[in-house]
């Protein structure tokens, strides 16, 4: 995902009349132009999927008190949606085999084996996901083959 493909998504979510399309993936382009401002440099597409993971995660807050409060199904609903949305757009997570294969390859490469190593080492099998992984996952593999 790249700026121009989020200022495409908007303007045909204009187009489409799509109101929770446009007001997250505004979110999203706001959040891009913060950045911007604050560096004074042009983002790159990997600040663009920065910014969505960002409002994704902070949007999936939101979306879990909401469910806990339970007093609004239409708010809990849109966001929902919205959620949906912005994981649409983010690069397919690396999981399952293949997430395995990976904490696998840098524990041997590297040489890991006791668990005041595993934050280097979950940050060395994220660097190799691009950050397309679930974290936690990754921390529950390490901590089950560190001794």
Avoid: W
Avoid at 76 to 92: A, K, N, S
Avoid at 99 to 115: M, N, P, Q
Avoid at 119 to 140: F, H, M, P, Y
């Amino acid at each position: 995902m790249n700026r121009e493909l989020l200022n495409a998504e908007i303007t045909q979510a204009m187009r489409d009349h799509d109101k929770p399309r446009i007001s997250i993936l505004r979110m999203v382009k706001n959040e891009i132009d913060i950045r911007e401002k604050d560096t004074g440099e042009p983002v790159s597409d990997e600040d663009v999927v920065a910014a969505l993971k960002k409002v994704l995660k902070q949007t999936g807050e939101t979306l879990e008190g909401s469910i806990k409060a339970g007093t609004n199904q239409e708010r809990t609903d849109l966001l929902g949606l919205q959620v949906e949305i912005l994981e649409g757009y983010l690069p397919e997570q690396v999981t399952g085999d293949a997430l395995e294969a990976i904490v696998d390859r840098v524990l041997a490469e590297h040489g890991f084996t006791e668990k005041r190593e595993m934050g280097k080492a979950i940050g060395l099998v994220v660097s190799q996901t691009g950050g397309n992984c679930d974290k936690a996952e990754v921390a529950r593999l390490m901590s089950s083959r560190l001794g």
